[in-house]
């Protein structure tokens, strides 16, 4: 079951970045937001995605079909100039392989998406996504395969997803435009904004969780 809220808030036209918070180890929260994206606003996303999809051509090629594409900044700025919706998940694998006890609290942001947004007068669309989180219990992660897959490998008690409510809420929309590429090298600003994205979404999952009842913040 999927609930959606402030679909409003994603412009229908023109260049617009989404940044949720990313969780449930196999990227179920990535896969079901862009299919609402396409569904309901007929925009194909293309979505930032971990560089083990670029491992093999089969990878690869489906991925590609998707929307798909690895951590490539000239490529992302070819497409935001292109006037293209985009998706980037600033946690990573890092949200998304997190352990079950740290469950809705977010980890650091890469800060790119702020540079990416600037240097293009991207809006920047905050996303919070519910539900993924409850799929699986991750008791955390190995690093015996990094060097092969590029990244860390959960370790899930549960191979098939629990059943739980999904909710997307999309917060409002952030401007860049007064922004120009001078604000880029201004480290700690930079930092400060990126900061401030992940404080609006963590703030609004701990309303979303209050409001069903499975933590009181």
């Known amino acids: 079951m999927l609930e ?9 036209t023109g260049r617009v970045m989404l940044i949720p918070n990313h969780s449930g180890i196999l990227g179920w929260d990535a896969a079901v937001l862009h299919y609402e ?3 309901t606003l007929r925009r194909l996303p293309r ?21 798909f594409f690895p951590p490539d ?12 919706l985009m998706i980037i998940f600033p946690e990573a694998e890092h949200g998304n392989f997190k352990p079950s006890i740290k469950m809705y609290q977010l980890t650091d942001f890469n800060p790119g998406f702020v540079a990416l947004a600037m240097m293009t007068n ?13 799929n699986y219990i991750n008791l955390g992660t190995i690093n015996w395969f990094e060097k092969s897959f590029g990244a860390k ?3 899930p008690l549960n191979l098939l ?16 435009q007064k922004y120009d590429k001078k604000d880029i090298k201004n480290e700690k600003f930079v930092k400060e904004v990126t900061d401030n994205v992940k404080f609006r979404i963590q703030s609004n999952i701990q309303l979303e969780l209050v409001k069903k009842g499975i933590f009181k913040f």
């Open 4 to 12: 959606v809220e402030g679909l409003e808030n994603v412009p229908k």
């Open 37 to 39: 994206i396409f569904k």
């Open 47 to 67: 979505t930032m995605a971990h560089a083990f999809w670029e491992s093999n051509e089969f990878f690869r090629n489906g991925s590609k079909k998707l929307g």
């Open 73 to 84: 900044f000239k490529k992302a700025i070819k497409y935001l100039k292109k006037n293209k």
């Open 122 to 134: 991207c809006t920047v669309v905050p996303v919070c996504i519910l539900g993924a989180e409850e």
């Open 153 to 155: 490998i959960p370790i």
């Open 161 to 176: 997803p629990i059943p739980a409510k999904w909710k997307i809420k999309f917060l409002k929309p952030i401007s860049f």
